[in-house]
């Protein structure tokens, strides 16, 4: 069994002090520090989040920017859109009426053309009937 004499109060006492010079040179220095070292963490974890939480509205912020962007790039392309089907529209309109033109121009010509052909085969008409009619008879008309 175990006696309780002045040995076990001895080694009782010296544990004591062993604790007490521990706590004081060893276990409160370790604790400041790992104190010390959780505050660091812990700051740079804040740092971290508001870090990122600045870089979650700068990319919220560009991707706003670049929806506008686009939807200023539709608008302007749709605009563009329009304006040159209106120069199509009116460069057609132009070029029909210039055929149009043209054609109608074309088509007094030809028939001024036919009109004199029509007026000179006339005259070469009778004048051939002339000659042709002075041949059969033998004589002059």
Do not use: C
């Amino acid at each position: 069994m175990i006696e309780l004499n002045l040995a076990f109060v001895v080694q009782l006492i010296n544990f004591g002090l062993l604790v007490l010079i521990l706590n004081i040179f060893l276990y409160k220095p370790i604790r400041r520090i790992l104190a010390e070292r959780r505050q660091v963490i812990d700051a740079a974890r804040e740092k971290a989040l508001s870090v990122d939480q600045e870089v979650q509205e700068k990319m919220a912020q560009y991707e706003a920017r670049l929806q506008e962007a686009k939807a200023e790039a539709g608008t302007r392309r749709a605009e563009a859109l329009k304006q040159a089907q209106q120069e199509e529209t009116t460069v057609l309109e132009k070029a029909r009426k210039e055929a149009a033109d043209s054609l109608g121009s074309i088509r007094d010509r030809v028939a001024k053309e036919a009109a004199q052909a029509r007026a000179q085969l006339a005259t070469q008409a009778e004048a051939l009937s002339i000659d042709i009619s002075e041949k059969i008879l033998g004589r002059s008309l």
